[in-house]
């Protein structure tokens, strides 16, 4: 579906004013597949056209060949780029940009943050250390049966591992339906829901009360170039224990904290904090888990909860840590699987540059399409014509 913005780039590129129009396909993770008789809602339709990125975007490859067909008696644009080959991605969106970033923007632009690889060197941090976080290659149901056990697999009390998200006991349909794998490369940082506790103070911010969490030392990131109403996204899946478990087996609350901080103490020093308190529902502010356990989470920097003295340039340790409530209390029987942080920029406005196309992956299972490592694929992108 073509954007707001792509009407204008579109106008601009046929009366000479602007150099393309589609230039570049991107490709996300963070919208929710549907099925293909699915018809979007007015409601839908509108936000569609009024987009300005995608909900998760994972990368950009240039467009390689542009053509002309005739679907179903409709004719349409056929706009093909190849993917990148290496790497393992599952896609669940798609836009076209009139160019591969955004000239105003420079240095500024949007990016990937982490991917929470292990070329990232993220660390378990304990009560007692700071320890590599154990890489799991092997299934995590040794018994067959759907159940993580990475107890078994390691001989001890394991809360936080690092795995393949093509590992075995993701395959599993439960799951899939569930949206529970990761989709941003092939690795993931898996952190069980009794990893920490958390609770709210009287400002309704995330209080860290017990518990352990991951860190990445040695980071540098200066947003302070930036603008207040440019985002940080933060995705991430929240898996069971047991894949076979009932129905009802379902998160209660889900609980995340992103903490960029000068220190490695909880509330030492100065910080910046991307909070996310998520009940399960459908309201608004609420995330349906019974449902999609794959979640993507949109902050501005202003509303990043913030030190007095809070600069980006005091940052050199990013923090996360996690609980998954049910049945009352913070529960080992989920992980919180982190997937990727970005950072976008979406106020540096150039009229020549943007989003003109956008759809959301339809298929028969409404499912994601993976794109496997180490395979050759092409994607198109196909703008219908019509006579208004």
Known sequence: MITNTGKNILAKYLVGQAPA???????????KPVASNYTFSPSEITNIQAKETLDFEMFRVPIISRGYVTENGTPKIVLTAELPTEERYEISEVGVYSAGSNPSAGTNDSKTIYAFTQNENWEYHSATSATS?????????????????????RGEDTPVFQTNADNRVFTDQDRASRYERCRFLNNIVALRGDSSTMSLDSGGHLVVDSGDHIHLNGVAL?????????????AFSVINKDGDAPSGV???????????????????GEFARLEINLDNGTESDEHDFSSNRYVVVTRQLQD??????????????????????YQGQPSNQFYVCLDAARFENITDVNPLYGLTGYSVIKNADDETIIKRSNTTNFIEFRFSMDVA
Do not use: H
Not at 146 to 151: A, G, K, M, R, S
Not at 304 to 325: E, P, R
């Open 21 to 31: 129009y589609a230039s570049y396909i991107a490709v996300g993770c963070g919208a």
């Open 133 to 153: 976080i154990p890489i799991i290659y092997e299934p995590l149901d040794p018994a067959e049966d759907n159940v993580i056990d990475v107890e078994a697999i």
């Open 222 to 234: 200066d947003f302070n170039r930036n603008a207040p109403t440019d985002q940080i996204k933060l």
């Open 250 to 268: 379902v998160p209660e609350n889900v609980k995340l904290l992103l903490e960029f901080a000068s220190e490695d103490v909880f509330g030492a």
């Open 304 to 325: 990043l909860y913030k030190s007095a003295g809070f600069s980006w340039n005091s940052v050199n340790i990013v923090k996360a840590y996690t609980s998954v409530t």
